[in-house]
């Protein structure tokens, strides 16, 4: 089992930045990976970004340049830098985690922080 805690999410103005943590604890292995989801009610979760413990990342093409996604394997750790955020990147953001670093199979979830970008 792998319990996933966030923090970070709040209110910001466009062009503003926010940063989001997860830290993992329990059973971890490697490889693995984490990373963010983000959704909108009403709209389809959308993966955000994911690195693996193997050192690659992925963005969905609307953060990246904006976005920036770190992995800290000795700590159980990934942060999401997100920069110049835009109106449209308001949603709730959930942290997870797979054991698998290949396809996207998340095993485990945070239990998500909302992220608001209003002015």
């Known amino acids: 089992q792998v319990r996933l805690v966030e923090s970070g999410g709040g209110l910001v103005q466009p062009g503003g930045s926010l940063r989001l943590s997860c830290a993992a604890s329990?059973?971890?292995?490697?490889?693995?990976?984490m990373g963010w989801y983000r959704q909108v009610p009403g709209k389809q979760r959308e993966l955000v970004a994911f690195?693996?413990?193997?050192?690659?990342?992925n963005y969905v093409d609307s953060v990246k340049g904006r976005f920036t996604i770190s992995k800290d394997n000795a700590k159980d750790t990934v942060d999401l830098q997100m920069n110049s955020l835009k109106l449209e990147d308001t949603a709730v953001y959930s942290c997870?985690?797979?054991?698998?670093?290949?396809?996207?199979?998340?095993?485990?979830w945070g239990q998500g922080t909302q992220v608001t970008v209003a002015s």
């Open positions: 329990g059973v971890i292995r490697r490889p693995n990976m």
């Open positions: 997870f985690f797979s054991r698998s670093i290949f396809g996207l199979t998340p095993n485990y």
């Open positions: 690195e693996t413990s193997t050192g690659r990342t």
